[in-house]
């Protein structure tokens, strides 16, 4: 049984930084693309950061230059570094596989003076 757990997430202050991290099981890690999603409260879930298994990463513009996203195959885990939070970066973020669309349970990042 695949399964992601994140953890990593909570309050910091604006211009802060967390790191999220999320530990795979149930499947052979290094084949799969893997990506953090984000959903606030009253908006859709959204792409934050993707990377591939040839570790080639995208990012949503809104977090682009602040965000990084990488993996540790040995460990199953992928990482991401948020570095100067937004109060707009406040929301549940998620794992996600994109094969099979596996999702993590997520974890709350609150951005907040």
């Known amino acids: 049984q695949v399964q992601l757990v994140e953890s990593g997430g909570g309050l910091v202050q604006p211009g802060g930084s967390l790191k999220l991290s999320c530990v795979a099981s149930?499947?052979?890690?290094?084949?799969?693309?893997m990506g953090w999603y984000r959903q606030a409260p009253g908006k859709q879930r959204e792409l934050v950061a993707s990377i591939t298994n040839a570790l080639y990463t995208n990012y949503a513009e809104s977090v682009q230059g602040r965000f990084t996203i990488t993996r540790d195959n040995a460990k199953n885990t992928v990482y991401l570094q948020m570095n100067n939070l937004k109060a707009d970066d406040t929301a549940v973020y998620y794992c996600h596989r994109s094969a099979s669309s596996i999702w993590g349970q997520g974890t709350q990042v609150t951005v907040s003076s």
């Open positions: 149930g499947m052979i890690f290094r084949l799969y693309n």
